[in-house]
T-cell receptor, first 112, second 118 residues
Framework: QKEVEQNSGPLSVPEGAIASLNCTYS??????FFWYRQYSGKSPELIMS??SNGDKEDGRFTAQLNKASQYVSLLIRDSQPSDSATYLC????????????WGAGTKLIIKP | GAVVSQHPSRVICKSGTSVKIECRSL??????MFWYRQFPKQSLMLMAT?????????EQGVEKDKFLINHASLTLSTLTVTSAHPEDSSFYIC??????????????FGQGTRLTVV
């Protein structure tokens, strides 16, 4: 079992619809959770961070965290073609104040 | 967000030569920096964790004598690929966390370096 699991995709979503990206993790002690977006040939950029259970909204993006289920998700509302990218989930490793565990990423394609 | 600058963005070198890649945190102190390698259509692969003033910690399977890491200050870490070979061609990315923010600190990435060894 991978420490952080994501569906590799590709996930295809029509323009204007809601894209839902999911991530599960195995380390029950993890406290910090991050979503990054990576365009082809570019380095990852931070989209959202979330630390407590529930929803966190930032513009068209909403991160959802459920520590009991060890599940974190990212919703993208009103999806745009420019949202097409690979989305990486990262989770802090418990007992370490600096290590992040990375998922393999989900490729998202927004179809015009 | 915090800014991490990586240089060069692209380099082509001859087989057998060495290449140095710099990673700077511009507006925060990065006690810890991370070096990743990413092959086309694959996930990030952590190569090593670079700690200021001490030896880097390498991941299993990464040759420390081939990938030399120096983190001499709180804002600069360097990765030197020694005696590069074509199989070292990859996208190298550095990342830093502002650990004064504690365990919640986000990781910020440099722009990446596309290394091609011919």
């Amino acid at each position: 079992q991978k420490e952080v699991e994501q569906n590799s995709g590709p996930l295809s979503v029509p323009e204007g619809a809601i894209a839902s990206l999911n991530c599960t993790y195995s380390d029950r002690g993890s406290q910090s959770f991050f979503w990054y977006r990576q365009y082809s040939g570019k380095s990852p950029e931070l989209i959202m961070s979330i630390y407590s259970n529930g929803d966190k909204e930032d513009g068209r993006f909403t991160a959802q965290l459920n520590k009991a289920s060890q599940y974190v998700s990212l919703l993208i509302r009103d999806s745009q073609p420019s949202d097409s990218a690979t989305y990486l989930c990262a989770v802090s490793r418990s007992g370490s104040n600096y290590q992040l565990i990375w998922g393999a990423g989900t490729k998202l394609i927004i179809k015009p | 967000g915090a800014v991490v600058s990586q240089h060069p963005s692209r380099v082509i070198c001859k087989s057998g030569t060495s290449v140095k890649i710099e990673c700077r945190s511009l507006d925060f102190q990065a006690t810890t920096m991370f070096w990743y390698r990413q092959f086309p259509k694959q996930s990030l692969m952590l190569m090593a964790t670079s700690n200021e003033g001490s030896k880097a910690t390498y991941e299993q399977g990464v040759e420390k004598d081939k990938f030399l890491i120096n983190h001499a200050s709180l804002t600069l870490s360097t990765l030197t690929v020694t005696s590069a070979h074509p199989e070292d061609s990859s996208f190298y990315i550095c990342s830093a966390r502002d650990l004064l923010s504690g365990g919640k600190a986000e990781a910020f990435f440099g722009q990446g370096t596309r290394l091609t060894v011919v």
